[in-house]
């Protein structure tokens, strides 16, 4: 197919009414050009030479975009059009930056269009575009974050490729700020599963660290009316700081905020003493089993489902080998609330297992704490969990606790 004929197929289809135009004719000759400029066939060395063709195509893109209400035929060629565009791109920055120059606005109006394959398609021209260096100061545009993010949760591969692209340029905090406010969690998730051990993100581990922190205050004085969105979404943000402070890139950054240490400790002590008011261990235990035996019932649609849990994980992180951190979370209350943590509970997963884990992490080299642990009394606690934690009663005058190894049978 030569360059000529496809220039007319377009200049007609242009000129042609949608009801009256040739589908069949149009969809054959996209899908051949498309064919040619992927296998390079066709090559559009110069842009001036070839600025018909590519405002026409252009054109015809736009035209089948505004068809109301869209057609099976108007939704492919829209779909084949862009196509095209997104290969004459590839690897072309000079065509790259003629779109981008001419065409953005436009371009970034396409990503409504209905059909998740064709907003994918749409956001791998955004993704040549942003090659050039030429999306990022559409950030500022609100509305075009939003509708990336949307089109992004939907699941369009290029869209994810797109919005990782801008959180590796150091984008996150703008996208955040633009996004609306259920579109938060996708972007935090999405940051999470691109976090290594390098420390990449320091400097969004520590925006969302004072994200938490002020939503920890907020939230304590209006516990137990706090709306569901300011639960969930210091949930979401508290289940990242945990997940990353065990982390060797962030563990450093993130146990020098004093800050985080208290306002933690803090949160975790008015969760307890609400919880602790309206529980009884038996309540407790079924909750759990019903959490197993149904990931998906109202348990685990609570506001704060998860949350004890996950403050216990991230003291225990930020306590780790961390001698100041450790004597504030003593002075602060906390250690009791780990040793009656060490139980199953509905509510949150695995705290059990992350209370252990923390009272390791808080005694260790720190006899501070170890006599404080000591000197408490004995009211209870799971004999099992004792021994995991290698602590002996001594059920003698005061009874105290002793740490101290346990012999365990083989």
Not at 9 to 24: C, G, I, K
Not at 398 to 406: D, E
């Amino acid at each position: 197919m030569s360059l000529e004929s496809f220039k007319l197929m377009l200049a007609e289809s242009l000129r042609t009414n949608q009801e009256n135009m040739d589908y069949s004719q149009t969809l054959r000759s996209l899908r051949q050009f498309r064919s040619e400029v992927a296998t390079g066939g066709v090559k559009l060395l110069s842009v001036d030479e070839n600025d018909s063709l590519i405002t026409n195509l252009f054109a015809f893109v736009e035209k089948m975009h505004l068809v109301q209400p869209p057609s099976p035929d108007s939704t492919l060629a829209f779909s084949i059009g862009v196509q095209c565009i997104v290969n004459l791109m590839s690897n072309n920055d000079a065509i790259r930056n003629y779109f981008a120059d001419n065409y953005i606005q436009s371009i970034l109006g396409w990503l409504k269009t209905e059909g998740c394959k064709q907003q994918n398609y749409v956001c791998a021209a955004l993704l040549n575009i942003d090659q050039v260096g030429k999306l990022s100061k559409e950030l500022n545009n609100e509305e075009f974050v939003r509708d990336l993010i949307s089109v992004s949760e939907s699941g369009a591969e290029f869209g994810i490729l797109l919005m990782q692209n801008l959180l590796n340029s150091r984008h996150f905090r703008q996208l955040y700020e633009a996004a609306r406010e259920e579109q938060r969690f996708f972007l935090v998730q999405l940051l999470e599963s691109m976090m290594t051990d390098e420390g990449s993100f320091v400097d969004e581990v520590t925006f969302l660290s004072s994200k938490f922190k002020k939503s920890c205050d907020g939230i304590m004085a209006a516990i137990p009316s706090v709306s569901s969105f300011a639960s969930l979404e210091l949930a979401l943000m508290l289940e990242f700081l945990s997940a990353t402070s065990y982390k060797s890139g962030y563990i450093s950054t993130l146990q020098s905020d004093f800050s985080l240490v208290i306002n933690s400790s803090y949160l975790l002590r008015g969760i307890h003493e609400i919880v602790s008011q309206k529980k009884t261990w038996k309540e407790s235990l079924k909750e759990a089993v019903e959490s197993i035996k149904d990931k998906n019932s109202e348990l685990t649609k609570k506001p704060f489902f998860g949350v004890k849990g996950n403050l216990i994980r991230l003291l225990g992180n930020l306590s780790y080998k961390h001698k100041r951190n450790q004597d504030q979370i003593r002075e602060a209350g906390c250690i009791p609330i780990f040793l009656d943590s060490c139980k199953l509970d509905g509510e949150n997963p695995f705290i059990k297992e992350w209370s252990i884990l923390t009272i390791r992490n808080v005694c260790d080299g720190n006899p501070e704490n170890q006599t404080f642990i000591k000197n408490m009394n004995y009211q209870g606690c799971d004999l099992s969990v004792v021994q995991e934690l290698s602590l002996s009663l001594d059920d003698g005058e005061g009874n105290g606790i002793n740490i101290a190894p346990v012999l365990r049978r083989c």
